[in-house]
């Protein structure tokens, strides 16, 4: 009897530890939706706004942070807050969209004790966006709309008091970006013609805008402030005339750079923090396989590596701060934890929790993002991750690769619930930084430039070939999955490689070149032209275009698709690819279609997400956990 009892113990302590080794994670838990989020400090730092999920919808909340007392100030119904902010110490705007496809937009302001709610529109067709948040004149704000005419935005003040809008300014066509300086007085207008971008600016708002400089749109030269101690000096993150970007001051009468605050021929600058407060550039991050911030001098070096102290091995951002750069939101995050939001109080040096972003994501079960990089068929360097799953040896495993989405952008080192699921699954995943990628200097971002069906598909195969040459990967099992130009990618690498990948997906990928081009909103049509650079020009370059857009090639598809669509979608044509499924069945294409909603209500994106990951981990374990 002893030795019975003691065989099932020990049964019972190697399927415990089997458990332990192997536990598969519910698919809910990587795509769960914040409790808590878009956290905003009032400009006095006294109190917090945020949204919190209540009866299935997100509604916006404030605490008074002396009293740790909370107020539910909205009860949405049937439509979902898209952003807030304070204009004042006791005052918020917040911004609504309904789930139609126009997706109707309310604007309200409201006081942070719940009285006095005013709304300023109500079912707008129109888009808006908030390009100064601060109160002007105790009144307005500084936005821009499209409601004139939808291929434009116009500038406006929005009076928050009886929700009138006056154009500040009218775009005659070509103008893609607005800024105003510290004091919200309109002086930065960026016209684009396509391919070339001209910086404009005007010294006060009764005056025109007048050309400062004009770049190809391959040139990097976006404003981030104003200098208050230097008249007509605007800080730019720029790679004019070199190949990484730098943070330099700019002579807006000139059109020169009259300083370089910070430049390295290895690294590249993604972003830069100015402090009205302070009236200084305070630090740059930039991004190698990770981001790491540089700070300008000594002072913020001392102030911010505090942070760094309470918050090691950890990557943080600062969401939000008070007017007098006191206290902060912070956000932190690693490969293997989505992060946390942080109060942090400058006099204190201390922080204190606001909220986990996932609390059900351990970051003992998630598995590390390592950088890879290897030399591409024709010697080019190219970068990427490689995450590996817990407890198997780095061996001989199934692998799902999963090339970025586009047309520019890039992978980035952090949590990814995505990958960690896969992960979760057994899988390694590994994700391409593909020539066209942003962030690896200017030329490298235009070796990708029509090449969707030539080069950058072949940077993402000579990933694969070298994950195999390094023995990692099983060869006879690999598969390709991307979301948008991802999923164009994946259609592609794997009708034209069927001994490489054993099936393949895409998630509201583009599938045929030309529809994509005409779906680009009115909006950014002055940007066509650039998309006729990278993608291609439906006119001079059909062939190319036909050649590269897989609904062409239904009749070389061998291997199992799995393809997901969003219905109310404006980019993706549903019924095109639905009649594309249609045609690989015909040719007896193993097809997995699901169709899911991506809109603003959080409990309806979770449901979808959670139902096209059930559906992609059947996918994949059908087609590659085979012997």
Known sequence: ??????????????????????????????????????????????????????????????????????????????????????TSNNELIYYTEDESKERKSDIFVINKDGSKQVQLSANEKNRLRVIEDQLIDDKYIIVASNKRDSTVFDVYRLNVRNGKMDIAAKNPGNITEWMTDNRGVLKIAVASD???????????????????????????????AFSESQPNILYVISNVNRDKNALVALDLKTGKEKQVLFANDTLNVVDAKYSRPQKKMLFVTCETWKKEKYYLDDSTKITYSKIDRLLPGTEWKIMDKDKMDKVFVVRTFTDKNPGSYYLYTVSENKLKKLTDISPSIKQGDMSAMKPISFKSSDNLTINGYLTLPKNKKPVNLPVVVLPHNGPAGRNSWGYNAEVQFLANRGYAVLQVNYRGSTGYGKSFYAAGFKQWSDKIQEDVNDGVKW???????????????????????????????????????????????????????????ANLQMYYEIVGNPVTDTDYMRFASPVFHADRFKSPVFIAQNPKDPRVNVAEGVQFIKELKKRNVQVTYIEKEEGPNPIVRQQSRTALYKALEEFLQENLGKK
């Open 194 to 224: 396509g391919v070339n971008e001209t910086l404009m600016y005007r010294e006060n708002e009764n005056q025109a805008f007048a050309p400062v400089i004009t770049n190809n749109f391959e040139t990097t030269l976006q404003p981030v």
């Open 1 to 86: 009897m002893l030795k019975k009892i003691f065989l099932l113990l020990m049964v019972a302590l190697i399927l415990a530890c089997k458990g332990t080794n192997n536990d598969t994670i519910p698919v809910d838990d990587f795509f769960k939706t914040q409790d808590k989020a878009y956290y905003r400090i009032s400009p006095d730092g006294k109190s917090l706004s945020y949204l919190k999920l209540h009866d299935k919808k997100l509604d916006l909340f404030v605490e008074d942070l002396a009293t740790g007392n909370s107020l539910q100030l909205t009860h949405l119904n049937g439509k979902n807050i898209s952003f807030h902010f304070w």
């Open 467 to 525: 994950l195999i040459a390094q023995k990692i990967a099983n060869p006879k099992k690999i598969a390709i999955y991307g979301n948008g130009f991802g999923g164009y990618i994946a259609l592609n690498c794997l009708y034209k490689n069927p001994d490489l990948y054993k099936c393949g997906g895409s998630n509201s990928g583009v599938i045929n070149l030309f529809s994509y081009l005409k779906t680009i909103p009115p909006f950014l049509k």
